[in-house]
């Protein structure tokens, strides 16, 4: 109904989704868009999933979405993309971090983690995949790799036109800032 | 200037400039990054943390007896700790303005229920206002300082998850200094003694009624009229949603001043509008007052009185609007539940716990409720601050006189013991119950993210302060037979544990060791052996028995194929306790 994207991203405590939603915040207020952005971290410092939403366009009411809302889909790692994938338009567009934390059921063996969930998703969704982490390491710090997340992100949502240089000098150290550019770009050419 | 803010940081600095100096809070999500957004102003403000929420709140009063501008923030199960200086704060009125920030929790992300804390505004006969996004938390907290002090009434500012957590962009401005109103004895406004309450209700009375006079004049109750064929009547962050769903397809009487209720705008909006609908969040607190005030109106018959709303769950309710959606099967999810952490000192301590039979178990609230999941599996109960120790005893006492014989211990850990379990350890050592009593001292607050509490030797602005003994209170409170044990030594705990048992009368453990996650202070690195240390899984040795496994650690995994553990070492800090566990000595420290 109105002009508002709404980007959700999901994962687990620790893979730095915060920071992540932050370099995309403040690239779109530079850009000019009214932005809210929500998060449950409520006790994601456990162990628990992370989720952050960011919104955006000319005028944003609702802090968050709701099911079959999310125009994409950034999932840090990979069973969390299925757990929010209702979330998604049925024409919404999926890039998942191809990366797997088993979580506390299957490290107990009270479970397998799950096997096919990139197939699974390829049949339903338009879907980008990617090993952010060993991207990274390609870089030389494995620290880039949500900023390599973010790159794909901004990609797929058609965001190029934001200067991210600046937004990547004003989020990071100096000494970061070339690496995490780079991290940027790497990012950018995973999505077609 | 514009920033782009949470709730919470935004209130802080709504405060700010609003001339608080003076503010006080117990930590609890999701309130709290409300005062360590404080902390930044501290060249103007003092900003304190509480034990307690009846303590922050008691602060904040005699601050505001005092004479200056006072904040007090808690979430909303906080505000059932402080009910009782709020009730009669309700009846004396302020000097200098007083908001109490109430963060409510719906949809319990982090809290044991999702009460909804309005109702403590129309209860104890106070103000409430609700902001819909970070601008208003700022704009209306400094309005909110306005209203306090013109009509000598406390202000529940009540905010929420979504409030408090979202960000937004936000216009700041400078902070305006607001002098001390000096200070004269009223004894006939504060000594809320029998005589002066029954002097202050009926003030109370007609204060509500020009209140509800200003309620329908203020700009924080606003009219936008659009299409007329709905009217929608909504406060905090509701509004947002019922905006998002209805557009300009529906007129809107946004309630910011919530109690006393506009009721005669809401009146006059109603016969502007073909159909009125109030969509508001948790109860039915303003549909039940406008029914009352006989304005027609639906409201709880659609939209659910439980959980968490959001722009779909609305346009479901009230339009029949069903979303597509996509999903895969099932079988492609594991749930994710929090743990305690790798490392976390409480693991040892419940491990050795869990392998005690026919014991019952009392806990608290923090980090340790995660405790009594799988496969630790070891509380039993858990009701609220400070609970532990008294249900305890209060259980032995039960089974004592009905001639049950049942061991009983309760858990409890070091800021929740300085909140309210303190005066349960007193009526445990007073009435002498045979219980065990375990404070589970990690050196900080830490499920709320560290804070500083009154045993870890910090203030909330980062000043040192003398560290309360523990061994020493519960001495004093009249416990004789009080150990402390590293919870990381499993034999240790056990000994202590059976000891307990073993004594008649009641006793307490308390275990020592910092919170795996903490930035430790000088005085932690010299007290504990924090060098780096791991361990590592000799498979050779490991029989696949599965035994380290039922310590929980998320660095510990096993190998359906190979039938063997195994130790992540991206992740393992040494805590040694599955190595401990290990009946066949398979999991040794790793040497470099």
Redesign the interface.
């Known amino acids: ?2 002009d508002v994207k709404n980007i959700l991203l999901a994962g ?1 405590g620790g893979q730095g989704i915060i920071l992540a939603s932050k370099i995309l ?2 690239g779109l ?1 530079q850009a000019g868009y ?16 992370v989720t952050t939403q960011v919104r955006y366009g000319k005028k ?10 999310a125009d994409i889909l950034v999932s840090f790692e990979t ?2 993309t ?2 929010w ?6 024409d919404g567009k999926v890039v998942v971090n191809e990366f797997e934390i ?13 096997q ?2 990139i197939e ?2 390829n049949e ?2 338009d879907l980008t995949t990617f090993k952010a982490g060993e991207l990274a390491l390609e870089l030389g710090n494995i620290r880039t790799a949500n900023v390599i997340i973010v790159g794909a992100l901004v990609k797929a949502m058609g965001l190029m036109d934001i200067d991210w240089e600046l937004v990547i000098k004003e989020t990071v150290k100096p000494q970061f800032v070339d690496i995490n550019l780079k991290a940027l770009q790497v990012g950018m050419d995973q999505v077609k | 200037m514009k920033k782009f803010m949470t709730g919470n940081e935004a209130v802080a600095r709504g405060a700010f400039e609003a001339g608080v100096t003076y503010a006080a809070a117990y930590p609890g999500t999701p309130s709290t990054e409300i005062l360590e957004n404080m902390v930044q102003y501290k060249d103007d403000l003092l900003a304190e943390w509480a034990p307690n929420e009846k303590v922050a709140m008691e602060m904040a009063i005699g601050a505001s007896v005092a004479g200056t501008r006072t904040l007090a923030a808690m979430k909303h199960v906080g505000v059932n700790v402080a009910a009782d200086p709020l009730f009669t704060w309700g009846y004396t009125g302020v000097t200098g303005g007083f908001v109490l920030v109430s963060a409510d929790d719906p949809g319990c992300h982090s809290s044991q229920n999702e009460q909804d804390n309005r109702y403590y505004a129309k209860f104890s006969k106070i103000v409430c206002i609700e902001p819909s996004d970070s601008q208003e938390c700022l704009d209306f907290v400094k309005d909110a300082y306005e209203i306090s002090e013109k009509y000598d009434v406390p202000v529940l500012f009540r905010m929420t998850t979504r409030t408090c957590h979202s960000k937004g962009l936000v216009e700041l401005n400078d902070r305006q200094e607001v002098p001390m109103v000096p200070y004269v004895k009223k004894a006939e406004k504060y000594v809320a003694s029998p005589a002066t309450a029954r002097v202050l209700h009926p003030v109370v009375e007609d204060k509500l009624k020009q209140l509800e006079k200003y309620s329908n004049e203020t700009h924080l109750n606003r009219v936008e009229m659009f299409d007329t064929k709905i009217g929608i009547v909504t406060s905090g962050v509701a509004y947002e949603y019922a905006k998002e769903v209805f557009g300009e397809t529906a007129s809107y009487l946004k309630v910011g001043f919530s109690y006393p209720m506009p009721m005669d705008k809401i009146r006059e909006f109603a016969g502007k509008v073909d159909k009125l609908i109030v969509v508001e969040e948790l109860e039915p607190f303003m549909e039940e007052q406008m029914k009352a005030a006989g304005i027609e109106c639906v409201g709880k018959d659609l939209i659910p009185n439980i959980g968490e709303l959001n722009p779909d769950i609305v346009a479901k309710a009230l339009l029949g609007e069903e979303r597509q959606t996509v999903s895969i099967a099932d079988d492609k999810k594991v749930m994710r539940p929090p743990t305690l952490c790798t490392g976390c000192p409480h693991r040892g301590f419940f491990y050795a716990l869990s392998k005690k039979r026919n014991v019952m178990v009392t806990g608290d609230i923090g980090c340790y409720t995660l405790g009594a999941a799988a496969p630790l599996n070891s509380i039993d109960s858990v009701i609220c601050m400070g609970g532990s120790i008294s249900m305890a005893h209060g259980a032995a006492q039960a089974f004592q006189k009905n001639n049950v014989d049942q061991k009983i211990v309760s858990v409890i850990g070091d800021s929740t013991f300085f909140h309210t379990g303190v005066n349960s350890l007193m009526t445990v050592a007073y009435n002498n119950s045979n219980t065990v009593h375990c404070i589970l001292d990690n050196r900080i607050t830490g499920m709320t993210g560290h804070q500083e509490n009154p045993g870890t030797g910090f203030k909330l602005q980062g000043e040192t302060a003398r560290e309360i003994d523990i061994p020493k209170l519960v001495e004093a409170i009249g416990i004789d037979h009080c150990v402390t044990v590293d919870p990381l030594d499993l034999k240790a705990v056990d000994k202590a544990l059976e000891d307990a048992f073993a004594f008649e009368g009641p006793s307490v453990i308390i275990t020592r060791w910092p919170c795996a996650l903490k930035k430790f202070s000088e005085a932690d690195k010299k007290e504990f052996d924090l060098s780096f240390r791991q361990y590592k899984v000799d498979e050779d040795k490991c029989r696949g028995c599965k035994v380290c496994i039922k310590t929980g650690c998320p660095s510990l995994s096993f190998n359906g194929e190979t039938k063997k553990a195994k130790i992540d070492p991206n992740t393992c800090i040494g805590c040694s306790v599955c190595s401990q566990s290990c009946p066949f000595d398979a999991i040794g420290k790793v040497v470099k």
């Open positions: 109904m109105s687990v915040s403040i207020i009214d932005v809210k952005m929500s998060e449950v971290h409520g006790m994601a410092q456990r162990g628990g999933s944003v009411y609702s802090p968050i979405i709701g099911k079959g809302q069973m969390e299925g757990k994938l209702e979330f998604l338009k049925p088993p979580s506390a059921p299957i490290l107990a063996c009270d479970a397998e983690y799950p096919g969930v699974a998703l339903k969704v």
